[in-house]
Nanobody, 122 residues
């Protein structure tokens, strides 16, 4: 069982930055990631990281603006979000998975946090 608790969400103007954090009971043995879901839309993958080697994957919509990272000593996952746009407004979820789902960015992970809200105003 992996417990995940997100923090760091909030409201920001377009062009601003936020840093999300995910505290875990333990880092997943293979893949962790950030996903988001806007009202009326399906949940989508934002960024994932293979915990053994740190390889990262990003949705095209956030490449160059968002950075996912892990701190293995503290069992935490982070998402640095820069140049935020109103289209980034969503509930953001941290997730963990022992299968190799990192590259697909599919929201089929086994363990999920409760989410943290990010709102970007124009």
């Amino acid at each position: 069982q992996v417990q995940l608790v997100e923090s760091g969400g909030g409201s920001v103007q377009a062009g601003g930055s936020l840093r999300l954090s995910c505290a875990t009971s333990r880092l997943s043995s293979y893949c962790m990631g950030w996903f988001r879901q806007a009202p009326g839309k399906e949940r989508e993958g934002v960024a994932t990281i293979k915990t053994p080697d740190g390889r990262t994957y990003y949705a095209n919509s956030v490449k160059g603006r968002f950075t996912i990272s892990q701190d293995r000593a503290k069992n935490t996952l982070a998402l640095q979000m820069n140049s935020l746009e109103p289209e980034d407004t969503a509930m953001y979820y941290c997730a963990a998975e022992s299968r190799d789902l990192c590259g697909s960015l599919r929201p089929a992970f086994r363990y999920w946090g409760q989410g943290t809200q990010v709102t970007v105003s124009s």
